[in-house]
């Protein structure tokens, strides 16, 4: 069993509008997932430094940042980044850049998880949904063209509001779209803006939103998690057409 989430942070500024990455630390730590998505988790403008310290992500949880090389001092790409429990492996790991008029990107990485190589890509999409189709769209090419096939988890804050959207649409010829839940606003959500995504090999036995006191104040956002199981590694036939 592998539990996956994903957490728009809102670099770690809360909706009290007070940055406080301790804070957002704790949340991390209720989550206890074994793979972690963040978005949100660098600051935009300037060196883009991270709003967690590395250091202390080390320090004070069993998480080592999948290090994306963007930044002495940044966590991810566009805000994009990837927690792994220490007992995991990372085997490599790359930026993807998505078409947009606002700064947007995603990042992949694959690891070996219980002796089984996975694939996780995680992203942040546009507000605009013509932007969200084609970042989708360019997802899928760079994920099934160029890259060795894996089984895969895409998952993050997709800005989509409704399941039945052309944009979800484009995941579901290739994978299963999870809705966890209504994840936002975080004091009183209404919106399922965070999803994850999973490719044929990978069940979702369980899926949900984190709603604890402290996530309800932590990000506009409320975390989401699944808990996978996957397929033995015979399925690794080519599945790259």
């Not at 809360?14 to 730590?29: F, H, M, N, S, W």
């Not at 995991?88 to 700064?103: F, G, Q, V």
């Not at 709603?211 to 699944?226: E, F, G, I, Q």
């Amino acid at each position: 069993m592998l539990k996956i989430g994903s957490y728009n942070i809102q670099k770690s500024i809360g909706v009290d509008a007070r940055r406080r990455p301790e804070r957002t630390l704790k949340v991390i730590q209720e989550l206890d997932c074994d793979i972690l998505a963040l978005q949100e988790a660098d600051k935009r403008f300037g060196p883009r430094e991270s709003t967690l310290d590395p250091d202390s992500i080390l320090a004070e949880t069993d998480f080592r940042p999948v290090p994306f090389d963007t930044g002495e001092k940044s966590l991810g790409w566009h805000g994009n980044a990837v927690l792994v429990r220490n007992s995991i492996e990372i085997l490599d790991h790359r930026k993807l850049d998505l078409p947009t008029l606002e700064p947007r990107g995603a990042v992949a990485v694959d690891l070996i998880v219980g002796g089984e190589k996975i694939r996780i890509a995680a992203m942040h999409l546009s507000l605009v949904a013509h932007f969200r189709k084609k970042q989708i769209t360019s997802l899928m090419h760079q994920l099934h063209a160029h890259l060795d096939y894996l089984p895969t988890v895409l998952i993050g804050d997709l800005n989509e509001w409704r399941d039945s959207a052309g944009s979800i649409r484009l995941f579901e010829e290739r994978y299963e779209v999870t809705t966890p839940g209504r994840s936002f606003p975080s004091p009183l959500p209404v919106g399922s803006l965070d999803r994850i995504i999973t490719s044929p090999e990978f069940t979702v036995q369980q899926a949900g939103v984190h709603k604890s006191r402290t996530a309800r104040v932590a990000s506009d956002h409320l975390p989401v998690w699944a808990h996978l199981t996957l397929e033995p590694a015979g399925h690794l036939a080519d599945r790259s057409d």
